[in-house]
T-cell receptor
Framework: DTGVSQDPRHKITKRGQNVTFRCDPI?????LYWYRQTLGQGPEFLTY????????KSRLLSDRFSAERPKGSFSTLEIQRTEQGDSAMYLC???????????FGSGTRLTVV | AQKITQTQPGMFVQEKEAVTLDCTYD???????LFWYKQPSSGEMIFLIY??????QNATEGRYSLNFQKARKSANLVISASQLGDSAMYFC????????????FGQGTELSVKP
């Protein structure tokens, strides 16, 4: 297992389009987290899953955002009707439930033009 | 509400010298964990060091040590013998154990190591 993978690394989209990002966590990690990081800021929590269950969503996660983790494996984050304010780095992290060893992916950098 | 504050937007240090990056936190919980991450320009978050709220000794990991002062709610990162490859953004983060494990991050400190 080579760590947490995120795809794509970069995405440029036109305003109003839908985009979907994928995260493949470390296989034995049952918790998966999504964060958003804007330029010059620290990452902000968006949502997390324990296995396939989405247990918490931040108020940052508007109704244009949806995340899934079917079968408790990979996860997808979809943004509908993108806005310029959605431009950011989207980071995924995974960990074991009882652990504190979070492993982050390299992120997907979204630019909305 | 839980909060992490990093008051140094940018820091400079001479190669081979030590540097301290400041972090203060706010929480009403008794059980929490404190983390430091390094983020190079490539974007990935690299785990450096962890301190649990009940740990009596300061954490150390190679050239990294965490100066944990619980009463003052501070968790400063000390990097000894700075190297050019240490130039990056550094983030302090906190996890409250009854909050689902999510991390709350500070604003970050950009460290530049001068040759």
């Amino acid at each position: 297992d080579t760590g947490v993978s995120q795809d794509p690394r970069h995405k440029i989209t036109k305003r109003g389009q839908n985009v979907t990002f994928r995260c493949d966590p470390i296989s034995e990690h049952n918790r998966l987290y999504w964060y958003r990081q804007t330029l010059g800021q620290g990452p902000e929590f968006l949502t997390y899953f324990q296995n396939e269950a989405q247990l918490e969503k931040s108020r940052l996660l508007s109704d244009r955002f949806s995340a899934e983790r079917p079968k408790g494996s990979f996860s997808t984050l979809e943004i509908q009707r993108t806005e310029q304010g959605d431009s950011a780095m989207y980071l995924c992290a995974s960990t074991e439930q009882s652990g504190y060893g979070y492993t982050f992916g390299s992120g997907t950098r979204l630019t909305v033009v | 509400a839980q909060k992490i504050t990093q008051t140094q937007p940018g820091m400079f240090v001479q190669e081979k010298e030590a540097v301290t990056l400041d972090c203060t936190y706010d929480t009403s919980d008794q059980s929490y964990g404190l983390f430091w991450y390094k983020q190079p320009s490539s974007g990935e978050m690299i785990f450096l060091i962890y301190q649990g709220s009940y740990d009596e000794q300061n954490a150390t990991e190679g050239r990294y040590s965490l100066n944990f002062q619980k009463a003052r709610k501070s968790a400063n990162l000390v990097i000894s013998a700075s190297q050019l490859g240490d130039s990056a953004m550094y983030f302090c983060a906190m996890r409250e154990l009854n909050q689902g494990g999510k991390l709350i991050f500070g604003q970050g400190t950009e460290l530049s190591v001068k040759p």
